[in-house]
């Protein structure tokens, strides 16, 4: 019996000493980041976060492995980028009534969804909407709650007349309905790009394919597929319930897409207008699907406006963005006040002048404009 009792004990030390690691990491690594940020005078402040990694421990990762987890967005290859470019280019041109291809492809039907998003004028200062942030938890799954997030703000603003976008959590779309119509990487790269094959799976889609599956499949509300009954695994595919299969849809028609900055200084639009194209589609469409590459210190990030303090990748990440300000607007919005009723704005003070030295580029730049995004 005493054996018996001391395996059980030493079994349990190792498993609590596990569990512990990726809370030591968590620390270690912001105090790295905190370090830097004040070697280069940063508007930021980085922590811990333990509540967060918290929910992760029972999964025995490492901090590196949560970030590759939860960063599980698959990047458009640069193969398709160049001929998603010319369709734009033909969508920016006026020929809106010519089909890319001949609509022969899966390619040419997704293309054939797309509208250019055009330049408008905004006067607006900041704008925001504090929609609801959800939990993808220890999945891969970011890409579908981007997607949904923007659904849910486009639905709410022109179907439902609401302005204000979805705050009030009146809409809520599943999750897992996204990514049971995620598409099959590895035949798409084994195809050179050429077939797109549906697969059930949460980890590494990409909005792209996931808005198009918005105007052919449509979405079902998370009643019918609730995301709160993958919470217990970190398996990436997981059956639907029965109940989805024959929930009501709710579809898209089109999908409205604004070019990266490159290909639409390439398509002509000078950085005003691009930044009226962003501004315009976000508040009168509603919030907007956007995919970039994440740095391995945002996860440290707690409060301020966050600029790189490393070059290191850790993953490709899709959030919801949400709205903008000004530098005079950033010590008078406060953008945690619905879950913290402590939460105070994001400066607090206004600087003259916005600096900051950017690793991933090897330049300093002055910044007067600042993106607000829903991180799920």
Known sequence: MRKFVSLMFIVSMLFLTLMAGIIDEAIK????????????NLYWSAGGNIEFFKKFEKFNPTFDEVLKKLCGTRVLPEDYKGKLFNYLRMLSNGMRGMQPFGMTTTDDLIMGSLVLAKPESVLDSYFYRLEPVRDQMFHGSCWAFSTIGSFESAYAIQVLNKDEGNVDNELDFSERWVAYHN??????????????????????????????NATRYGEIKEEYAPYSEVFLTADEVIPLPAQAFGAPRYKSSKTLIIPSAPDAKALGYGYDEYISMIKSAIKNYGSLSVVYYVLNDFASYTHGVYTPTTDIIAGAHAVTLVGWASLEDLDDIVLSEKTNPDATPVLDTEPSTFVYYDPTRGKTYTADLFWIVKNS
Do not use: R
């Open 183 to 212: 598409i099959d990487w590895d035949i798409y790269t084994f195809s050179l790009y050429e077939l797109i094959q549906d697969k059930n799976s949460l980890e590494g889609g990409n909005p792209y394919f996931a808005m198009f």
């Open 29 to 40: 690594n912001s105090e790295i980041v905190q370090n830097k940020i004040k070697e280069l």
